[in-house]
């Protein structure tokens, strides 16, 4: 009970700041395209529109645990973004806080609509009662770097960044390249070089 209340009571914390850095409707006429973000708020779109697709896969399943569990990553995310001034910024965490409400509102409704109602949602989603389930936006999950998992000779040194269409040579040459592995192999050769696809890069040295 304590760790619900303490959750519930930094929803709300949040609601009250939120509402005072913006009256506008969240997300009204904003350019979303990756191409008009800056490179924080196109990680928190990210964050959000992920873990908006695992709670709604939740819910559909019924696995209220998961759904309470994917809600705290949103608050986290929204809670750890640096925002600046800029329009895009705060109607980015407006949007994503209207989507915590709403993924909040079957298990808690009154301070889920009390929220809804202070910060105006209702003028751009209509009452809370009657808001749209939130959509995950998938432009928001295309990532321009990927990163990876380093390990040489199978144990974790690190991690490593490459575009997220680089190919195989692209991402052994990042690697190899990478201070981790420079560090560790302490200027051995690599005998070789195992990717593995969007998880890790594995050196045998």
Request: net charge neutral; charged share 20%.
């Amino acid at each position: 009970m304590e760790g619900s209340y303490r959750f519930l009571r930094r929803v709300w914390n949040f609601g009250v700041k939120l509402s005072a850095m913006h009256s506008g409707a969240p997300g009204a006429g904003i350019d979303w395209s990756a191409a008009t973000l800056g490179k924080e708020t196109r990680a928190l779109r990210l964050e959000i529109h992920t873990v908006l697709k695992q709670v709604d896969y939740d819910y559909q399943r019924m696995q209220y645990n998961t759904v309470v569990s994917g809600s705290m990553k949103l608050l986290n995310a929204l809670e750890d973004f640096k925002a600046d001034a800029s329009e895009s910024a705060v109607a980015a965490l407006r949007e994503g806080f209207s989507i915590l409400l709403r993924c909040l509102y079957p298990v808690t409704p009154h301070l889920a609509h009390a929220l809804w109602v202070k910060l105006d949602y209702a003028s751009q989603h209509g009452d809370l009662l009657d808001a749209p389930w939130p959509q995950v936006d998938d432009s928001a999950l295309q990532q321009d770097e990927i990163e990876l998992v380093l390990q040489v000779n199978g144990k974790l040194r690190g991690s490593v960044t490459v575009p997220a269409g680089a190919d195989k040579a692209a991402i052994e040459a990042a690697a190899l390249a990478s201070e981790a592995f420079i560090r560790q192999a302490a200027g051995a050769a690599p005998k070789k070089v195992i990717v593995v696809p969007g998880r890790l890069v594995n050196i045998v040295v």
